[in-house]
């Protein structure tokens, strides 16, 4: 969903564990927090890519870049710069593979529009933050090697924890270590601001205790349902997506 931007949501807190964003992003700032996970990239699924990439374009005046095809998992995307090494992923089905053989990731063959479907952080040490968390009470899940290409033909790989597929799952977010390759924000990616970034749940402190686990915060304020609520600033001002 796109709504107008007269209803943008709350400014994101700074926390003592990832910071998301306390206001939009200058030069000389960071979404990082030493020792702690940085936020990596916040994931936007849409039903069809093409189509999803053109009316983010027209809806920021930020035209996305073409990351590349995921062949294990059906889907491709386009890619936003946020600042600080971080992004916006735009992923959808990959239409040169319409039937991957198993379900997409992100809940991607049941949605209807966009949704802010969820969002990536980078721990320091992946697998020792895994441990931390199962043992303070939350399975971010089994790590797994992934892959996608580029248009010009390069290879990017990296390991990761289970990718949510129903929107309660995805307002923890999910696990990533990109290992010896390149971050895909060293690439010219066009940029808009984050202007901020929450949370709404029914519960919203069993979301806080799992954050908690993973040494990360999130504003999280109660709602009818699970939702991430993003606004971005960019060329036609203010853009809130949820």
């Not at 966009?114 to 020792?128: G, H, I, K, S, T």
């Not at 990109?178 to 901020?196: I, N, Q």
């Amino acid at each position: 969903m796109v709504y107008a931007t007269g209803d943008t949501v709350d400014l994101c807190r700074v926390g003592t564990g990832l910071i998301v964003a306390a206001m939009e992003h200058r030069p000389g700032t960071s979404y990082r927090s030493p020792g702690h996970p940085v936020l990596d990239h916040i994931v936007l699924a849409v039903p069809d890519l093409a189509e999803g990439a053109a009316g983010f374009a027209r809806l920021t005046g930020v035209r996305p870049t073409r990351g590349g095809r995921h062949a294990d998992l059906g889907t491709a995307n386009f890619l936003v710069g946020l600042g600080a090494d971080a992004y916006l992923e735009i992923i959808g089905p990959d239409p040169d593979r319409p039937d991957p053989g198993r379900p997409r990731p992100f809940g991607i063959d049941d949605l209807t529009g966009v949704r802010v479907a969820a969002w990536c952080v980078r721990p320091p040490d992946l697998d020792q933050t895994i441990v931390t968390a199962r043992a303070r009470g939350y399975d971010p899940g089994p790590v797994r090697a992934l892959s996608r290409s580029t248009p010009d033909g390069a290879r990017l790989a990296w390991r990761l924890t289970s990718l949510p597929a129903d929107p309660a799952a995805g307002l923890v977010p999910f696990l990533i270590d990109w290992g010896a390759t390149a971050h895909p924000t060293t690439a010219a990616l066009p940029t808009l601001a984050l202007h901020s970034f929450t949370a709404e749940h029914p519960d919203p402190d069993l979301i806080r205790r799992q954050l908690a686990a993973l040494d990360v915060e999130l504003p999280v304020r109660i709602g009818s349902e699970p939702r991430l609520l993003v606004t971005l600033r960019g060329p036609e001002g203010l853009i809130a997506l949820g």
